[in-house]
């Protein structure tokens, strides 16, 4: 299975805050995958991913969310950390990619901190998700139906806790983003984008 994602091309959207392994892991495995992972980000400065409450290691974005374009990808991931999606939910860029990826049906995997990002783009609504415990409420305040499981898929939407759900996150977004596009997925984005 080491080429099951050859010539697919998956974004990871993060910044300043991330936490690094569910930045690093995921990466991992969509390149052990044959995949091609690529790094956005609001800007084109380095930052400085996070392991908690600690400094980790630096990354260098390889395109802006303005200068990405959706149909460049297969896949999309949204790793956590508190700062990460918090920031990134007040770019109007990344937001708009993030909206524009979810409404063509294509996979995206999301851990942690990182449905804040889905929920301002607004395409939580009738999805099944999970995600860090404190953003229960603000997902079913959004629409979603929030459940406590290690790794959730709805429709192509890949949803885990926190560092510790990586392996099951992993092997999940691995076998989505080799499935492709799903129609039900596009059709529930497009259903919660005009709510």
């Not at 969509?30 to 995949?35: K, N, R, S, T």
């Not at 979603?144 to 790794?151: C, G, L, P, Q, R």
Request: glycine share 8%; hydrophobic share 40%.
């Amino acid at each position: 299975m080491a080429n099951e994602l050859q010539g697919k091309r998956i974004a990871f959207i993060a910044t300043e805050g991330v936490e690094q392994v569910e930045l690093t892991e995921p990466w991992k495995a969509v390149e052990q995958a044959g995949g091609q992972p690529e790094l956005i980000s609001t800007d084109d400065n380095e930052f400085h991913a996070w392991n908690h409450f600690d400094k980790g290691d630096t990354f260098t974005p390889d395109k802006t969310a303005e200068e990405a374009q959706v149909d460049d990808y297969a896949g999309l991931v949204l790793p956590g950390g508190v700062a990460n999606p918090d920031q990134l939910r007040t770019d109007e860029n990344v937001v708009s990619f993030i909206r524009d990826f979810a409404a063509t049906g294509k996979p995206i995997g999301v851990i942690c901190h990182g449905p804040w990002t889905l929920i301002e783009a607004g395409v939580v609504q009738g999805r099944e998700i999970t995600s860090w415990p404190s953003l229960q409420t603000d997902l079913a305040n959004a629409g979603a139906n929030w459940v406590d499981k290690e790794v959730v898929v709805d429709a192509g939407l890949v949803s885990s806790r926190k560092p510790d759900d990586l392996p099951a996150f992993n092997a999940k977004i691995v076998e989505e983003f080799a499935e492709g596009k799903h129609e039900e997925s596009a059709q529930k984005t497009r259903e919660a984008i005009k709510h």
